[in-house]
């Protein structure tokens, strides 16, 4: 069994609306193993390994319904186990994934392993370790040479991933604020691989780094961190604190243990989670010894009064006291019986306790502080202590160190509550936590004593959601309400817009709108990420990547989205939900890639910008593939974009009161209509849009009719729509590479970025209703990786429409040969009937380019279908007939080797006149 390609979907994807991992897996020979025929000895040790396995419903969807399936007459495949296996170990590790599904690939033995992950690295690994654990599991005659190594001990394995897991896993204090956005539906990104994280998206943000949020004062951390200066403040507003100096040396340390008197507590500085403290020291010696415990910390140490009493922690946040835990340090009970080590094995055996923060508790663990503070009783491991003895193996009540802690919550004296919110608000902390020591915290300290020992910034919540005893409080609930108080808003609009053809048009037209209407507009599109109009990011940006950028900006205020089938396939959606989404078509185009081999396979990635849209769906109801998707949406709202205003399911729809957009006839020409709830609404007549040249382009009659949609169900005003509508044009500017004009040659040139057959087809009809008084010319080509049968497509449809072509290839050939795509493109027009004499096979762009602009006349037209956007429109309008020719970037250029049986003699004198043109460069070519 081995691992043939994996992908990581971040967000919605063809799988799944959370994050996936999809592993394509081939079993080889294990094709004939399934669990049925290896045994009931590979089952039960599968079972040993992996006891949670047993809870796993499965397609029963009960516990038990996957020990079910590999026990059954068939078993189950390999395939299936490891997608089992590598939730389980997720679920091990403390990740709460259960999803995952399995489905063949194709080939015999080929499968598609799905299954859901928290983190991308941990949800490898997993993948990882459990195709090992399978393999040790088979009987030697099936094992893969060399796949499990001698010394595997999937015990230490196990426990190996789970530490890896908790070294990349947000902390639980993190953790329990992220569900709390969950449950707030609060939108949340993860900034950094520590506990950096942005809850809302864009100028709705606000930021925690584990408990300490994007509103706390600076100085109040700085504060809190200098426990001197803390102390001091507490102490000049009354509020109970132990006597306490800063020392810097032994000596030091010494003489402040004598000024304020033994006992005392000896810890660093700065340090948290009970790090280098020492407590109840009645000895100049120990003294000593623990000062050089805390400079391991903290250069700066503080000697301070032992205040005698339980440990309490009291959690104030936004100006209220909402916990209080106490606090027990690690400890063992004895029975007359045991030794403390066995005892320690005991208490470890609890299923709460597990690896660092992979449960509720923590192991208990003999280290350097267990040891000294065993020795100080006399102590050690094999020691069995009497029947009900505390033995404590940590000085400090930590739950990270395998203290306990106990809810106080309801019990505490309402003194004492006032005196924690009276010392976090001093320090000026939005979230504090107050250690508390106290005989009894459920007396008021002005009676039975007590004293503030710390003021913390970034106090821990597991004690309060977890606690070893009492009720659980929900303490990042009211972190939240107070970065999000009720009734304000986290979330931005967002709008998705994808299909074949016109997606990025639509996607810079609703942003255009959006922009004029007063907003700060996020978009991403093919040729870079635009943040108010300013391009930060350059290049193909539609996947997740550039969707997190937008999100992120504390700027944006709207996000508008294009998204391309590469991104869904490779990674899927970046956000969970949009507001609105739109699929304006479903045409051939990189049909053949990435397993999509059909139309419909292609519809049914692109619908997933529908499916995850929540308030409006926006679909092209001229496009079955597109008006099927209806059926697929959950949004609260379905709007049908028609050109035909004859359609009779549209007509339905808006007669029940839906909502639709609905190009119409009239006295001036035709008229973009918005339905909604009855209502008939004139938006715009069309020859007012400047980007559908009077009306005559029809795909941008069209894509402003989808923009128009998105813009009104995201709700704009009327006015907003038509004042956008009618400024955006197609200028290198607005719409770079989509049917841009430069008409200050003689001639007119329209450069236009169509790469598939129908977006070549669109153009080639706006050409003949542009009726030039010259001829009209074509540069043709078509992209390297398209299936022969799209390339000749393309061909077919600038068949006849043109007096000339001169078809060329793409820079990047994409795996062909440097004159196949030249030579397709040729060979369809032939075969369509186009005269050889028309066609010219120039294959490098530039050069290509060149020729079509030298070749015009004063009133012709030329259609530039171009690869290099940028490049290409500078050479466009930056042409002037009497500079030499151009020579291109990259001088070997490859002539097609039948070009004379093809061209008369006329057409190969004219060729040879541009060769010349051209600085001898094709001559030197023809020449070898």
Same mark, same amino acid.
């Given at each position: 069994m081995r691992i043939l390609d994996r992908a990581v979907y971040v967000g919605p994807s063809l799988y799944a609306h959370f994050p996936v991992i999809r592993l394509e897996i081939d079993l080889g020979p294990?094709?004939?193993?399934?669990?049925?025929?290896?045994?009931?000895?590979?089952?039960?040790?599968?079972?040993?390994?992996?006891p949670g396995l047993h809870e796993h419903g499965c397609s029963y969807g009960a516990p038990g319904g996957f020990v079910r399936r590999l026990r059954e007459d068939e078993g189950t495949w390999m395939g299936h186990i490891l997608e089992h296996v590598a939730i389980e170990l997720q679920n091990v590790a403390g990740e709460p994934v259960t999803f995952g599904k399995t489905r063949g690939a194709g080939a015999e033995g080929r499968y598609h392993v799905v299954y859901q992950y928290e983190q991308e690295d941990v949800g490898l690994e997993a993948g990882r370790l459990g195709i090992a654990l399978l393999h040790s599991l088979l009987p030697p005659e099936l094992r893969p040479e060399g796949a499990v190594p001698p010394d595997f001990d999937f015990a230490g394995e196990r426990d190996e991933f789970i530490r890896f897991a908790q070294r990349r896993a947000l902390g639980p204090s993190t953790m329990s604020l992220v569900r709390a956005a969950e449950e707030r539906r609060i939108p949340w990104i993860r900034l950094n691989e520590q506990s950096l994280i942005q809850f809302g998206h864009g100028r709705f943000q606000q930021r925690i780094q584990a408990t300490v949020t994007s509103r706390t004062s600076h100085i109040a951390v700085e504060l809190a961190s200098d426990k001197e200066e803390t102390n001091r403040i507490l102490a000049n507003l009354g509020l109970p604190v132990p006597r306490q100096r800063l020392v810097q040396g032994e000596d030091d340390a010494v003489a402040a243990a004598e000024w304020i008197g033994y006992p005392v507590v000896v810890k660093p500085f700065n340090a948290n989670h009970g790090r280098g403290i020492s407590i109840h020291l009645t000895t100049e010696a120990q003294v000593r010894e623990a000062f050089q415990v805390a400079r391991e910390h903290s250069r700066s140490v503080i000697v301070e009064s032992f205040i005698t009493g339980e440990d309490h922690r009291m959690l104030v946040i936004n100006g209220e006291l909402v916990a209080v835990s106490k606090r027990?340090? *690690?400890?063992?009970v004895g029975d007359g019986v045991h030794t403390i080590e066995e005892l320690v094995e005991e208490v470890n055996r609890d299923p709460r306790r597990g690896i660092g923060h992979e449960k509720v508790l923590t192991r208990l663990v003999f280290d350097h502080q267990a040891e000294t503070l065993l020795a100080k009783k006399g102590y050690a491991r094999g020691t069995v202590p009497a029947e009900g003895e505390h033995v404590f193996l940590r000085s400090t009540g930590n739950?990270? +160190?395998?203290?306990?802690?106990?809810d106080m919550t309801d019990l505490v004296h309402p003194d004492n509550?006032?005196? @924690?919110?009276?010392? !976090?608000?001093? #320090? *000026?902390l939005d979230v504090g936590g107050v250690d508390f020591l106290t005989t009894d915290i459920t007396e008021s300290y002005k009676e039975v004593g007590g004293a503030i020992c710390e003021i913390n910034a970034a106090p821990g919540f597991r004690m309060h959601m977890a606690p070893s005893e009492g009720h659980a409080r929900d303490v990042s609930g009211p972190v939240l309400d107070m970065l999000f108080p009720p009734g304000t808003p986290s979330r931005i609009p967002i709008a998705a817009v994808t299909g074949t053809n016109g997606k990025t048009t639509t996607a810079r037209m609703l942003a255009h709108i959006h922009k004029l209407a007063g907003h700060h507009v996020g978009l991403t599109s093919t040729d870079g990420v635009y943040i108010d109009g300013q391009r930060t990011v350059a290049g193909d940006m539609t996947g997740p990547l550039a +969707?997190?950028? !937008?999100?992120r900006d504390p700027k944006v205020d709207v996000a508008v989205l294009e998204i391309a089938r590469g991104g869904l396939l490779r990674a899927g959606m970046a956000v969970r939900h949009c507001d609105v989404g739109a699929v304006l078509n479903i045409k051939s185009d990189h049909l053949g890639l990435r397993g999509v081999g059909t139309l419909e396979d292609l519809a049914k990635v692109k619908r997933i910008v529908v499916e995850v849209a929540r308030e409006t769906a926006v679909l092209n109801a001229d496009d079955p593939l597109c008006l099927g998707m209806a059926d697929y949406t959950s949004a609260k709202n379905l709007c049908y974009v028609t050109m035909d205003p004859t359609h009779e399911l549209v007509g339905e729809h808006i007669k029940a009161g839906g909502r639709g957009v609905v190009l119409e006839s009239g006295i001036k020409g035709q008229m973009i209509t918005i339905y909604d709830r009855g209502a008939h609404i004139p938006l715009l007549w069309t020859h007012l849009i400047p980007a559908t040249l009077e009306g005559r382009a029809l795909h941008n009659v069209q894509n402003a009719m989808f923009a128009a949609a998105m813009a009104f169900s995201m709700g704009l005003k009327l006015e907003d729509i038509r004042h956008g509508l009618r400024t955006f044009d197609t200028t290198f500017f607005q719409a770079p590479g989509r049917m841009n004009i430069f008409d200050e040659h003689p001639f007119k040139v329209i450069l236009d970025y169509g790469h598939n057959p129908a977006a070549v087809e669109a153009m080639c009809r706006l050409v003949e209703r542009l009726e030039p008084s010259g001829r009209r010319l074509v !540069?043709? @080509?078509?992209?390297?990786?398209?299936?022969?049968?799209? #390339?000749v497509d393309i061909g077919r449809m600038a068949a006849g429409r043109f007096d000339r072509y001169i078809v060329r290839r793409d820079d990047s050939l994409r795996g062909r040969q440097p004159d196949e795509v030249p030579h397709l493109l040729r060979d369809a027009l032939l075969g369509a009937?186009?005269?050889?004499?028309?066609?010219?096979? #120039?294959?490098d762009e530039q050069m290509a380019i060149d020729g079509a602009l030298r070749e015009a006349q004063p009133g012709d037209l030329l259609l530039v279908f171009a690869d290099a956007i940028t490049r290409s429109w500078k050479q466009v309008i930056q042409f002037r007939p009497e500079a030499p020719a151009r020579v291109p970037e990259r001088p070997r250029i490859s002539r097609p080797e039948p070009m004379a049986a093809v061209a008369p003699p006329a057409l190969e004198d004219r060729r040879r006149e541009f060769v010349r043109d051209t600085r001898g460069v094709w001559l030197a070519r023809e020449e070898d």
């Open positions: 294990l094709e004939q193993w399934p669990s049925a025929k290896l045994g009931p000895a590979f089952i039960d040790r599968l079972l040993e390994a992996l027990v340090p *690690g400890h063992v739950l990270s +160190t395998g203290g306990t802690a106990t509550a006032e005196m @924690a919110v009276r010392a !976090v608000k001093a #320090i *000026g +969707t997190r950028m !937008v999100l !540069v043709l @080509a078509a992209p390297g990786d398209r299936r022969d049968e799209d #390339i009937g186009v005269a050889a004499e028309q066609i010219l096979v #120039i294959p």
